[in-house]
């Protein structure tokens, strides 16, 4: 079985990741959130029930001159916000 998430973690902590957006709906998926990188696969979407274990890489990554990469009226950034 592909370590999907903990390959996707490594990558942002690896510095890959060029920006994420939270969409209502990818493919068969909704909501969800995008992960973009640098290098293939270049996008990565992630389901609503795993937001939460990605919100510490997020903000972490947030904090080194990231902050427009999320609209900041969508109602999911304002909730990372309040509780990261």
Do not use: C
């Amino acid at each position: 079985m592909y370590p999907y998430h903990n390959k996707i973690k490594q990558r942002i902590t690896n510095g890959e990741l060029i920006k994420f957006e939270f969409v209502e709906r990818y493919k068969d998926i909704s909501p969800a959130l995008l992960l973009y990188f640098k290098t293939e696969p270049y996008i990565r979407p992630i389901r609503e029930h795993r937001f939460e274990e990605y919100k510490p890489l997020l903000k972490a990554w947030s904090q080194n001159d990231a902050q427009d990469a999320l609209h900041p009226n969508d109602e999911r950034v304002k909730r990372l916000n309040r509780n990261g």
